[in-house]
């Protein structure tokens, strides 16, 4: 009599962890894209993300022909400007403001698809994007 009930306690507990397991894997990087921060002046200055903005924008500096600007993670006056000159001079980034939000976001990661931190590379967790990116 005791085995049947281990045997089906047991069946319960593996039948719970692997859907703990299922929601789990389905809930990565994607889902927390939507919610990542504004980078910037007055909003999150996260390292990781500071230096993904960085990088990014170096890709299109390095293209504009443009010096490229310290990959330090350290928002400062250097990032602020070259965030503001990639929106100034790229369409779809949103207001050329400095500050790094959805669409600006999405322009960074998808302006050099060759770069392995770009598109839904590394960065993708790190900055913000508009829904269904």
Not at 49 to 62: E, F, I, P, S
Not at 106 to 133: E, I, M
Request: proline residues 6%; aromatic residues 10%.
């Amino acid at each position: 009599m005791s085995v049947m009930p281990n045997n089906f306690l047991g069946r319960v507990l593996c039948g719970t962890a692997a859907a703990v397991a299922v929601v789990s894997l389905s809930t990565g990087p994607a889902s927390a894209v939507v919610g990542a921060s504004y980078v910037g002046d007055g909003h999150s200055k996260n390292a990781t993300a500071v230096w993904c903005v960085q990088h990014l924008v170096n890709d299109y500096r390095r293209r504009a022909g443009s010096p490229a600007i310290a990959e330090d993670s350290v928002w400062g006056p250097q990032t602020r400007n070259a965030v503001y000159d990639f929106q100034a001079n790229t369409d779809n980034t949103g207001p050329a403001d400095g500050v790094v939000g959805p669409l600006t976001g999405r322009g960074l990661l998808n302006y050099d698809a060759t770069d392995r931190f770009a598109g839904h590379g590394y960065c993708y967790g790190y900055l913000p994007t508009p829904s269904g990116y």
